[in-house]
């Protein structure tokens, strides 16, 4: 079994790759060996160096920005795990939706590309002759002779099913009946982290060429710690899952949500980029995010040390320009690297008379515009003045100040700008401006 690594990277990573748990050379040889070909056995053993980073394109509808976004991703990343559909199988019959992916961009844009194939939760039955495993077997050849079709290689089959616990025995059967539909492609799962305490597991990694861990979830209740992910966590989970001695991927989130959950604290649909639901009245709306200098702490620790298992770091999701709920390119590139993104916002003027007031993002990561901008002159009378949407304005003793009006702030992403007002005057003068935290 091997992580997957293409061959150029490979050999890059490989070599810069330090055994720090081990003393003998042969021995150090031995482990990045079976880093490449098989996996190491020893739990204790860690490595250092550069992660392989791939990222998912998660989107069903290839928009100009979708396509715009294959191509940055294959200049940036590692590869791309492209969506391919997603089934719903709870209802009366199945449901299929298909991205509309544009075969022959793919093969233009995406050089190293995967596609995966995402089951929604379904309670089973599980077998190996039943309408819902031969949709989901006709689907995955459908999706596999399409990229074949349009001359385009994948690398990679991921199949997507967030099974319960309870259900994994049975889940296997599904693996069994796409293993020899999707080889000799590599075939791999997402795993949830509860599954590495079930004595099913190790069986159930046994039949894919490998898994991707997801440390990251929409918490399913509202409680006062709940988070997208916890960085604690996610480290005990990779130590874990090491244990195994099987080779494995670490899926983490670019992305924030908005969260509706009931009266009784229970979750009942999450709102992304491209899924707005429409909550009953008296749902409580709870927004995650992913903390980007947490999960920027976390890749630099593990560059310095991990296990010898943990191959890759794949992103969800890569970042698309009409996105409004994902990080942008600087904020990924700036964690990727394993260091906080830079903040820093700035105060721009424009013209001479009227002054047009701006804050400009000239960080790497979105900022919360919870701030006032006061503006101060001398020696002249201002005439005219107007605040923009989304904000007011008081005048004091030749002073303007600005203030947010939005109850959660405004939000502006590395390299936007949010223009906020102008004053006019009634001679040309020039305004010292200063931005203040609204607490």
């Known amino acids: 079994m091997t992580c997957g690594f293409r061959e150029v990277k490979k050999t890059e990573i490989l070599r810069s790759l330090r055994v720090t748990s081990v003393t003998s ?46 191509g940055e991703a294959d200049r940036r990343l590692d590869g791309v ?10 209802g009366k019959k199945p449901e299929i939706a298909k991205a509309t992916i544009d075969w022959d961009v793919a093969k233009r844009e995406g050089e190293h590309l995967a596609l995966a194939l995402r089951v929604a939760p379904f309670a089973g039955p599980f077998r190996s002759d039943d309408a819902p495993v031969q949709v989901i077997v006709d689907l995955a050849k459908q999706l596999l002779s399409d990229a074949r079709a349009h001359d385009v290689t994948l690398e990679e089959f991921q199949f997507d ?5 309870k259900n994994l025995r049975s889940y296997r059967t599904w693996l069994l009946a796409l293993k020899p539909i999707v080889q000799p492609t590599r075939f791999v799962i997402t795993v949830l982290p509860a599954w590495l305490n079930d ?13 991707v861990l997801q440390v990251h979830s929409v918490p399913i209740s509202a409680g006062t710690n709940a988070k997208l992910s916890d960085a604690r966590l996610a480290r005990e989970w990779v130590r874990k899952a090491a244990r195994f001695g099987i080779p494995f991927e670490v899926a983490l ?17 999450v709102a992304m980029d491209s899924v707005q639901p429409v909550w ?26 991990r296990p010898l298992q943990l191959c ?38 424009e013209g001479e008379n009227p002054i047009d007031l701006s804050i400009f993002n000239a960080g790497e990561a979105d900022e919360q515009l919870n701030a006032n901008l006061s503006a101060t002159w001398n020696g002249a009378g201002l005439t005219a003045s107007d605040a923009l949407a989304g904000w007011n304005m008081n005048l004091e003793n030749s002073r303007a100040i600005f203030r947010v009006t939005a109850s959660r702030g405004l939000r502006l992403p590395p390299g936007a700008t949010r223009r906020i007002g102008w004053l006019r005057f009634d001679r040309t003068t020039t305004l010292e401006t200063e931005l203040s935290t609204n607490k």
Request: net charge positive.
């Open 25 to 70: 050379p042969l021995t150090k040889l031995a482990c990045i060996a079976a880093l490449a070909f098989g996996g190491c056995h020893r739990s204790e053993q860690t490595i250092s160096g550069p992660l392989r980073q791939r990222g998912y394109l998660w989107q069903r509808d290839w928009t100009p920005a979708v396509v715009d976004a294959l």
């Open 81 to 90: 795990v492209i969506l391919g559909a997603e089934i719903h199988l709870a």
């Open 161 to 165: 099913f967030d099974c319960a616990q």
């Open 199 to 211: 004595s099913a597991f190790r069986k159930l990694v046994r039949e894919v060429d490998g898994y």
């Open 253 to 269: 989130p670019t992305y924030r949500c908005a969260a509706g959950y009931g009266p009784d604290g229970r979750l009942l649909s």
């Open 280 to 305: 009953p009245p008296g749902t409580r709306v709870l927004e995650f995010g992913a903390n980007a200098d947490e999960i920027a702490a976390l890749v630099s620790d593990w560059q310095k040390t």
């Open 312 to 349: 890759e770091l794949i992103w969800y999701r890569v970042p698309i320009a009409t996105d409004k709920r994902n990080w942008r390119w600087p904020t990924l590139a700036a964690v990727m690297a394993g260091r906080p993104p830079k903040h820093q916002l700035t105060v721009r003027q």
